[in-house]
């Protein structure tokens, strides 16, 4: 909570991609320090909060420490973020545009890259 009240209070003169990095950070903090996270032996870090399509009840759940450079801890988001921020194309911009995948308005060999969202039916609900 306080990373969050903190980022809510930066000044409106902030840099809208400073506001931006530090949300995404406290996101990643939050999804790792939720008490429905597991530690996946197989790689001795903690899971994050979506591991599946619910939110289940979990057992053997593990916390984090916020304050540590491992999994979970504030160092860690901060690194990742810092990592996706240097990675991004910054002189490529995406373009997004709803449309039925069996209809797509674009012409053949124009998208490199294709995303799909397929039906969820009743997994999810609508409100």
């Known amino acids: 909570m306080t990373l969050a009240r903190l980022v809510r209070s930066l000044p409106p003169s902030a840099p809208e991609s400073v506001r931006t990095g530090m949300a995404t950070l406290v996101n990643r903090c939050a999804d790792r320090l939720s008490s429905v996270c597991r530690l996946d032996t197989s790689r001795?870090?903690?899971?994050?909060?979506?591991?599946?399509?619910?939110?289940p009840i979990v057992w053997d759940f593990?916390?984090?420490?916020?304050?540590?450079?491992?999994t979970g801890g504030y160092e860690g988001a901060l690194d990742w973020v810092a990592k996706v921020v240097e990675a991004w194309p910054g002189s490529r911009a995406g373009?997004?545009?709803p449309a039925d995948a069996t209809e797509h308005p674009l012409p053949d060999e124009t998208a490199h890259v294709w995303f799909t969202d397929p039906p969820y039916y009743d997994a999810i609900a609508v409100c």
């Open 44 to 55: 001795d870090t903690i899971t994050n909060t979506m591991s599946r399509q619910a939110l």
């Open 95 to 97: 373009q997004v545009q």
């Open 62 to 70: 593990c916390e984090a420490n916020p304050f540590s450079d491992s």
